[in-house]
């Protein structure tokens, strides 16, 4: 999907979560110059400020990662017509590394970041969702940014150390 095939009242979702509704050839009342934008609540983001591959230039928070449609102006669902594909990147720092490869060789293979978003748990065998058990548990941990208490399964820790 490029900026190009956007048209009038399709919206998008950026990675961040909003969603926005595209506006295209239209102008806004405080600025003449803006004619294509996303409006998202009470605030507006220029078309300009997107690569052509709707990748944000400043902050890939913005990134435009999903573009839906209505089917018809009496159809209140949308349909996803493009979704950004990409491999996750886990980007490790030197600490970090290190530390998941003494976990490793002590028998450690999965990670998971617990309730609470700031303590992580760690795994000899792959957990369910709802077990509460874990073999060794940092509490406060403001490493491994890229996990989430949102994230639907734990972390292979050989392959985020692959990556």
Not at 120 to 144: S, V, Y
Request: one cysteine or more.
């Amino acid at each position: 999907m490029r900026k190009t095939d956007l048209k009038n009242g399709m919206v998008v979702k950026f990675r961040n979560g909003r969603k926005a509704i595209v506006f295209k050839d239209c102008a806004l009342e405080d600025t003449s110059d803006v004619k294509d934008f996303f409006l998202s609540g009470s605030f507006y983001i220029r078309f300009d400020c997107f690569n052509d591959d709707l990748t944000y230039k400043k902050n890939s928070a913005w990134d435009v990662m999903k573009v839906y449609c209505q089917e018809d102006e009496e159809d209140y669902f949308l349909t996803l017509l493009w979704e950004r594909e990409e491999a996750p990147k886990i980007r490790l720092t030197e600490n970090e590394r290190d530390l998941l490869e003494t976990l490793y060789n002590m028998g450690l293979r999965w990670m998971a970041r617990d309730w609470d978003d700031v303590s992580i748990n760690f795994f000899e065998e792959k957990p369910a969702n709802d077990e509460g058990k874990w073999d060794l548990r940092i509490e406060g941990c403001d490493m491994f940014s890229f996990m989430t208490a949102e994230d639907e399964e734990p972390y292979n820790i050989e392959e985020v150390l692959g990556d």
